[in-house]
């Protein structure tokens, strides 16, 4: 709190609490707050990774919980669907027509016609997967396969490692090698990039693996510029290599491993000559870089999720992550890999729902929009979305635009803002922002849990999950533990299901301190938590699962038809689509100038981005940081930011990744041309009227 008094007296004060949103950071924050309202939010030196520096994205996020986008009143659709017209309610009103609904549609059609549709990037332990499963578990609703990101890595690294936790932020200083592939910290993780640069000042090598030439991959000693979807290509060359060569430590492996010798076997034929030439890149570069991972240590790979999102995610992920196995760089301070640290948090998650999950159908969030259209037994006759915009997220975005389009279709939608998904919804509920509500956040970046509380009171008539849930169930006649009724008890309920020793150092400080160290060295301090403890190369159920089997490359199709690959990259302006309202102006697909000559095209000129599903009318920015044969547009856009209201997701196929269900948001085949008259380029620019609830209360 501030020590001036005339601060005192006008009601100043600052706040210390967690900021939630989906990154791996999770970043102590201080909000400066007066008269009840926020000023400035900064990072603070609560939390040493934070270290007082947060990014641009939360030093704005005022602008969205005080924006014109806010939503405050429930509101009840007046108009047609999409238009985002909405007559003020009161909370009593909506929920009492969803649970009336909700009845009907089960006396009608049973409760699996009912699909919750919701993912929980940007919320904590609280905010979600509490009174809402509650509810819908003991209601037996369809249950959701939240797929949409790191589903592929997550299968991955559960089988095996067990989900062990990996190193640490502050320890990559340690490391002589530092590989990242397929993440690009400047824009998610930032608190990574200072350790990275001491790391380099002390003598470190950097390389950088990725399609674009990032503002980090300019930094690196060596960027692979490989092409879309070909990292396990490039993986299986240097654990080829390691074998070849006598670089695979026997000791560690014998005692740590098992599967070894059939992932010799498929790796096998993968010279650096074939791996280049799928991946597009110089066979000696890619050489140099398997010498410098078998010859120095400690070494430390980063593996992020850009390399998951394609046909051949879940296997790159598995070829990526077996090579410190291969190579023995386990066993010391800043050697090993980093990839999502959430599995240091064990929570007893059956203990908090305290209900039985149902046997209902299971559906793959991915598959939205084929869901709401095909023919199913029972057809979704209402969706529920909530903490997210399938609108904006989902692959095959027309067709999840079809679907919302039913007339039968009873959509509620649950959000801080009036999203491109609410514009379709029947009934609109205004929820509270992490800096309205209670919460306990896991980072998966650095290995820390905080709790998350309100700095100001909710804006408007806004409320959180948690009591919403709640109030539903009561009306419903579903039985909600009294401890996820209301945020305090539930917080302190989650936390009776974190170890002993991690919830007293949460209340102590207001954040916890896990079992294992905060800085775990892989093999001295963390291990598998595999069944046997060790590490499985060659994990049968995933060899099963997979397509081709495991350790295996599925080429590229339509590259004649549609030669570019479309990439859609986070950017330093949204998290997935939060904060995509405060976007003003157009966005620019990228290209490099040499696929922009042979198609006559100039920065700014108006195109249209195509395949068989659908296309995107943008301006196009010339970059020679693209690589040739791709082309990228911002990840997370909302429909007003192109001109005929499509983005990314649009040319997105629903088809999973190799491993785990996941999407495929990196492996569109598309084409691009000018947009020959401005009717083409501006037919669909009026199509989002601003919706605004009409005054009246009920």
Known sequence: MPEDTDDLQWGRSTVDTTCSLDCPDSCSLAVDVDKGQIVTINGSHRHDVTDGFICAKVRRFGDRVYGEDRLHHPGVRQGPKGHGQFKKVTWDFALDLIAQRMREIRDQHGAEAILPFSYGGSNGLVSQDTADAQLFRRFGTARLARTVCAAPTTSVSRAMYGRMPGVSYADYRHARLIVVWGANPSTSGIHLLPHI?????????????????????????????????????????????????????EQFLAANTQGIDRLRERVADWTFNRAATVADVDPALLEQVAEMYAEISPAVIRCGWGLERNRNGGNAALAVLALPAVAGKFGVRGGGFTMSNSGAWRVDTDSVIDAPEPSTRLVNMN????VLTDDTDPPVQMLFVYNCNPATTMPEQNRVLQGLQREDLFTVVFDQVLTD????????????????????????GPISLQLVQPVIEPVGYSRPNLEVFA??????????????????????????ALPATVRDSLETSGIA???????????????????????????????????????????????????????????????????????????????????????????DDTVRVFNDLGEIHCPVRLNPDMKRGTVGIPKGLWRKSTMNGSTANALVADSPTDLGGGACFNDARVEVARVVTAELGNRHIALWPTGRATEGVH
Not at 209 to 225: E, F, N, V, Y
Not at 421 to 433: G, I, K, M, Q, S
Not at 471 to 496: C, F, G, N, T, Y
Request: aromatic residues 6%; proline residues 8%; negative net charge.
């Open 471 to 496: 109030d539903l169930a009561k009306r419903l006649e579903i039985e909600v533990s009294p401890l996820l009724q209301s945020e305090p008890e539930a917080v302190m309920h989650v936390a009776a």
């Open 367 to 370: 598959r939205l929009g084929r």
């Open 421 to 444: 998904t609410a514009r379709w919804a029947d009934v609109v509920l205004p929820a509270t922002t992490f800096l309205e509500h209670y919460d306990l956040k896991p980072a998966y």
């Open 197 to 249: 640069r001491a790391a380099m000042e002390a003598g470190a090598a950097l390389v950088v693996i990725d399609p674009r030439r990032t503002s980090l991959a300019k930094q690196a000693d060596i960027h692979l510029q490989v092409r879309p979807g070909t990292d396990v290509a490039v993986a299986m060359s240097m654990h080829r290599f390691l074998f070849e060569n006598g670089f695979e430590d």
């Open 513 to 603: 301190t896990p079992e294992c160290p905060t800085l775990p060295i892989q093999f001295v301090d963390v291990f598998p938590r595999t069944s046997d403890g060790k590490i499985d190369l060659f994990p049968d159920a995933l060899d099963s699962e997979a397509p081709a089997g495991i350790y295996a490359y599925q080429g590229e199709t339509a590259a004649e038809t549609y030669p570019l690959v479309l990439l859609s990259p986070a950017t330093s302006k949204t998290i997935t689509s939060t904060l995509g309202e405060l976007r003003t102006r157009l966005a620019s697909l990228e290209m490099h100038p040499d696929d922009a000559d042979a198609r006559d095209l100039s920065t």
